[in-house]
């Protein structure tokens, strides 16, 4: 069974910073892409970040271009995602998720549980 586990999550100051971490349960996650999805209430679910399988490439969404960065560690099974200068509206449920390169959800088939990132004053 493919599991993934995504931690770091909280409450955060807006300008604040987070560290996301994403680990594999049962597989490698060199063997996919690994993407991070966002979902706030009401809203569709938007595609954040992803990284290939060997690391060299990643996409980010516009919105978050410049402040967040995803990267993966092989030896930890453990893909992150580093986010700095918080605003409210990147508050949401973060999901990650292993598949194929890309910010298509239908593209991926196994995903997290998800953690909430709440950025408030």
């Known amino acids: 069974q493919l599991q993934l586990v995504e931690s770091g999550g909280g409450l955060v100051q807006p300008g604040g910073s987070l560290k996301l971490s994403c680990a594999a349960s049962?597989?490698?996650?060199?063997?996919?892409?690994i993407a991070w999805f966002r979902q706030a209430p009401g809203n569709e679910r938007e595609g954040v970040s992803c990284i290939s399988r060997s690391g060299d490439n990643t996409i980010y969404a516009n919105s978050v271009k410049g402040r967040f960065t995803i990267s993966r560690d092989s030896a930890k099974n453990t893909v992150y995602l580093q986010m700095n200068n918080l605003k409210p509206e990147d508050t949401a449920v973060y999901y990650c998720?292993?598949?194929?390169?890309?910010?298509?959800?239908?593209?991926?088939?196994?995903w997290g549980q998800g953690t909430q990132v709440t950025v408030s004053s």
């Open positions: 998720a292993a598949g194929f390169y890309g910010l298509d959800p239908e593209r991926f088939g196994s």
């Open positions: 049962g597989f490698t996650l060199d063997n996919y892409a």
